[in-house]
T-cell receptor, first 115, second 115 residues
Framework: AQSVTQLDSQVPVFEEAPVELRCNYS??????LFWYVQYPNQGLQLLLK??????LVKGINGFEAEFNKSQTSFHLRKPSVHISDTAEYFC?????????????FGKGTKLTVNP | KAGVTQTPRYLIKTRGQQVTLSCSPI?????VSWYQQTPGQGLQFLFE???????NKGNFPGRFSGRQFSNSRSEMNVSTLELGDSALYLC??????????????FGQGTRLTVV
């Protein structure tokens, strides 16, 4: 079964600073990776996904992530954060062999952007 | 177009009781997945329903069950509630059976507190 590790449970940064949220996954033959964001009292929203092709994936709200197969990582980055980026971020992998697949999530990283 | 609607948003139940949560997917979506979110365990997959049939199941006891109706609405039931069942229950809908190419859209969740 697939698993995901988010290395930082909390990341505080100042507004307009760059940020990187780290995610490592368990190796498998094929891997499909996702980043979701959860704002307070909200559900999850898809930021970006990696299925195949270019290892640099661009998502919404200025976020991007890089798939690194040799390091089994899929870190999320943003060059300049805003107060409104304060939220919890979840890395996930799709687990399944055809048929129905489920999302396996990491424990989440709480990003706090301070003025 | 309306998003995923979960009702109720908040619920308080007593140990030993049972509870039913409801999820109305986005119009036209045929798959509904359920996830449990707790501070300790994070986000965990419960089950997925597609065309009124359970297609995938997570590692939860039989007290957790669900069903899907012909209009794709889904209900989740938890019997004999335990304190540890306190969690945010998230529902996600997708056009088709979940696979890596299918985007899941999440509702805001039902916050269940067991006292």
């Amino acid at each position: 079964a697939q698993s995901v590790t988010q290395l930082d449970s909390q990341v505080p940064v100042f507004e307009e600073a760059p940020v990187e949220l780290r995610c490592n996954y368990s190796s498998s033959v094929s891997v499909y990776l996702f980043w979701y964001v959860q704002y307070p009292n909200q559900g999850l929203q898809l930021l970006l996904k990696y299925l195949s092709g270019s290892t640099l994936v661009k998502g919404i709200n200025g976020f991007e992530a890089e798939f690194n197969k040799s390091q089994t990582s899929f870190h999320l980055r943003k060059p300049s954060v805003h107060i409104s980026d304060t939220a919890e971020y979840f890395c996930a992998v799709s687990d399944g062999q055809g048929g129905s697949e489920k999302l396996v999530f990491g424990k989440g990283t709480k990003l706090t952007v301070n003025p | 177009k309306a998003g995923v609607t979960q009702t109720p948003r908040y619920l308080i139940k007593t140990r030993g009781q049972q509870v039913t949560l409801s999820c109305s997917p986005i119009s036209g979506h045929r798959s509904v997945s359920w996830y449990q979110q707790t501070p300790g365990q994070g986000l965990q997959f419960l089950f997925e329903y597609f065309s009124e049939t359970q297609r995938n199941k997570g590692n939860f006891p039989g007290r957790f069950s669900g069903r899907q109706f012909s209009n794709s609405r889904s209900e989740m039931n938890v019997s004999t509630l335990e304190l540890g069942d306190s969690a945010l229950y998230l529902c996600a809908s997708s056009l088709a059976l979940m696979d890596r190419n299918t985007e899941a859209f999440f509702g805001q969740g039902t916050r269940l507190t067991v006292v």
